[in-house]
T-cell receptor
Framework: ETGVTQSPTHLIKTRGQQVTLRCSSQ?????VSWYQQALGQGPQFIFQ???????GRGNFPPRFSGLQFPNYSSELNVNALELDDSALYLC????????????FGQGTRLTVV | AQSVTQPDIHITVSEGASLELRCNYS??????LFWYVQSPGQGLQLLLK??????LVQGIKGFEAEFKRSQSSFNLRKPSVHWSDAAEYFC?????????????FGKGTRLSVIA
């Protein structure tokens, strides 16, 4: 067990709605990255937060946004949900920006109907 | 930009047999290299990583991987597979030369183990 916790575990949303996913990073880690894993695919990088600031972003539209709090926990917000947003969302925490050892949470399974 | 290719979508091996999962990467220099395992509905667990030095790295659960620069490969091996090894395996690369180093993953190889 990594110490990275994500909530909720599962949720179902309707197209057009908004969703917030949460991640508590491992103790001592100041960097959180979010990944989207569609069914049958590898995880894809959404963005990374380092000490409360966005530190890089993958090829995702602006309706995917995030926050990192002073305790280094993080939120992923997705607005105007689309059916293709259905996926497993993974949070990874690490000690520093270089992700030399990223620890993943169990993920949040989002289903958009 | 980095990319990772895992040529085998699905592999089936008998319990006790040896295993090799292939991974090829594309990157302009030597990247950080990782293998992760994912059980159904679960997150990713790090099996092993390569940063520098000895090109044969040992990981958890009896896994090892060998970095071959000339072939841009980082294949995962296990001498004797156990039924509990059935899972999805992901190879990933991370850049060395930037402050932002997201991991780039392959599409994964699903391992089935039969008696």
């Amino acid at each position: 067990e990594t110490g990275v916790t994500q909530s909720p575990t599962h949720l179902i949303k309707t197209r057009g709605q908004q969703v917030t996913l949460r991640c508590s990073s491992q103790s001592g880690h100041n960097t959180v990255s979010w990944y989207q894993q569609a069914l049958g695919q590898g995880p894809q990088f959404i963005f990374q937060y380092y000490r409360e600031e966005e530190n890089g972003r993958g090829n995702f539209p602006p309706r995917f946004s995030g926050l990192q709090f002073p305790n280094y926990s993080s939120e992923l917000n997705v607005n105007a949900l689309e059916l293709d947003d259905s996926a497993l969302y993974l949070c990874a925490s690490s000690a520093g920006k270089k992700n030399t050892e990223a620890f993943f949470g169990q993920g949040t399974r989002l289903t958009v109907v | 930009a980095q990319s990772v290719t895992q040529p085998d979508i699905h592999i089936t091996v008998s319990e006790g047999a040896s295993l090799e999962l292939r991974c090829n990467y594309s990157y302009g220099a030597t990247p950080y290299l990782f293998w992760y395992v994912q059980s159904p509905g679960q997150g990713l667990q790090l099996l092993l990583k390569y940063f520098s030095g000895d090109t044969l790295v040992q990981g958890i659960k009896g896994f090892e991987a060998e970095f071959k620069r000339s072939q841009s490969s980082f294949n995962l091996r296990k001498p004797s597979v156990h039924w509990s090894d059935a899972a999805e395996y992901f190879c990933a690369v991370g850049a060395r030369d930037s402050g932002n180093t997201p991991l780039v993953f392959g599409k994964g190889t699903r391992l089935s183990v039969i008696a």
